[in-house]
Every structure is written in C-alpha cells, then in structure tokens.
C-alpha cells in the first residue's frame, strides 16, 4: 500500500479567516471555539470562510485555550477478552461512543483487569489527557470512585457506585436500569403462568449492584424462597449453563427459573435441552436485557426483561457533557444527577 504523500500547500490560518471574513481573530477564535459572544451576522460570514478557506482549528493551540483535550476515558472494570465477547458491553459501548462523536469527542478505552491497573488508571486520568470518565462495571467498595473524585475530574458512572459498606456513594452522577422492578415483572409473570418451583440465576457476589438488586426483585415476589433455588454465575453463556446443570441436580422438578441476564439464559436453555427438559412446558424461562442478537435467536426465542442498553450509554455520555461544559451546568454537584431507566417485559416462547 502507497501512503498519499501530504501536500505541501499552506494550511488556511486563523488570519486568513480573519481577513475573508472582515472580523478580527479573537472574533474568529470565538466562533471556532463555540462561545456565545458573538453576533449572527459575524458569525455567519466566520463560518462561510472556514468553509470556503477549508480552515481547521490547531487541536494544540485550541486545547490551550479551552483547557479541553476533546477525549472522554471510557473505564470498564472487565477483563478485555469478555468485554468484547459480550454483546450487552457492545451495545453500551455503541450507545456512548456515538453520544461522544456528538460532541465531537473521541472515547479512550481503559480497562481494570489485573491488580495493578487501579494504579495505572489512576495516573493516566490524573495526567490531564481526558475532559471526564464514564465508569462502568465497578464492584461494590471499588476504589476508582473515590479516586475520580479526588482528583476532581467529571464523571459519571453506569449504575449506582457503592461504598464498601454496601450504600450508595454521595455526589456521582449515575445511569442505571430498574433491575429489581424488571425483575419483579419478570418473577411475577412466571408466577402468573401458575409456576410453582421457581428457581433463579443470580449474578456473582462482586458484580456491580445489578446483580444484588435483581436477586432482590426475586426475593420480593418470593417471600419465602429456598435457598437451593438460587445459583451465583458469572454473566456468561458457561457460568450460566452450570448454574443450570447445579439448580436441575439439586431440584429435579424445578418448573421455572429467572436469569439474571440473557447470555447466561442462553446457556441455560443449552443445558435443559440436554437434560430433555421442554421449555416452556416443563420448565419456563425468563431473561434479562433484551439484546436482540440473543433473545431472539435462542431456541425457543427467549422471553426477557427488555432495558435500552444503548440508550443508557448516551444517556451516560450526555450527563458527562453536563458535568464538563460548566456554563450548561446548574445545580449543586454534590447532589449529581441520576437515571433510573425503566425495564418492560418482551413476552416470547420460553415463557
């Protein structure tokens, strides 16, 4: 391959904008960098000349001026290889990095997978190279929200950030799905199906909120459920194909069971198809998420709690943009904002 050699012509600069136009720089400046100050008629003919002259804004000197660096870190508390497999992360991941081209932002991937990453994360934000951060996975009692805060760079996060102690942190900013209510639908719509022996598929203990919060919304409907009718797994097609294997030896008769995401439902149906068991006239099943690319494809199509996965990741990249451009901020920021995003059942076969 032949790289296109860069031609040597001038770049237009600021002052030639400036004389087309008829304004002067600071008013050219102004225009380039969004401010307000300016009138309509002045910056119309600034924007004919960048267009006509083909100007582009030194990004260097600009940076300099605004104190913008135009990136926004993008932190997942994931191992790489299962962010990218997982078709949830792809969806979320799609929803922010299009609300950030919006914005005329570029999104850095970061991950925090070893035990040194929080060190290495923590110095990269702390260096001045990204506007904010959107953080999304994070474990109960992670440290990075205390870390962003510290560092005072603005943040928002997916799902609720928890202390140590299991509360909800102060002053972040958040977007997260009603995972106990979804999963009260969907437990209740079983219930309603005249099931009986309903068991779960619970997320790990060290997963974000979501996983505890759906468990919860299962407990609400089933007040007095067993504990052998819970299984933890990992939100993967595999952990929840054991977490099945698990739940049918220790409960042959189970005639139901909610999954707490559609990848792990996915597996099991897997495994009831290898136990011979029908679904959904022996066991019914019933996801969480959504994602098309799965509950659809899943043999019988899955029946699941439906959440706007990518809606959700521009929702996060909109409430940062709140946070980084100070004169479209109002309110007290040690009250951020939040967004709980409401959850529906899609009824298909499984249940």
Known sequence: MVLTQRSNARRPTLEDVARWSGVSKSTVSRVVN???????????????AIS????????AARQLVTRHTGAVAVVASQPENRLFL???????LRGIRGELARHGAQALLLFLDEPDDHARVADYLGGGHVDGVILFSLRPGDRLPEMVDRLGLPAVFGGRPLLRDGH????????????RGGARQAVRHLVDLGRERIATVAGPYDQENS?????????DILLDTAPHLVERADYTRQG???????????????DAVFVASDLMASGALQVLRERGRRVPEDVA??????????????????????????????LMARLLFGRTEQDTWEGDTSEAPSVVVPTRLVVRESA
């Open 34 to 48: 969004g401010e307000l100050k300016v009138s309509a008629e002045a910056a119309v003919r600034v924007r004919e």
């Open 52 to 59: 006509a002259l083909g100007y582009v804004p030194n990004q």
């Open 86 to 92: 997982d078709p949830y992360f792809d969806c979320l």
């Open 168 to 179: 909800p942190a102060r002053g972040q900013a958040y977007v997260d799905g009603d995972n």
């Open 211 to 219: 996983a505890a919060d759906r468990l919860a919304g299962y407990r």
């Open 240 to 254: 929840g194909a054991d977490a099945m294997a698990a739940l049918i030896d220790r409960h042959p008769d189970l």
């Open 285 to 314: 099943v019933v996801g969480f998420d959504d994602l098309v690319a799965i509950s659809e494809s899943t043999h019988p199509p899955l029946t699941t709690v439906h959440q706007d996965v990518g809606g959700m990741g521009r």
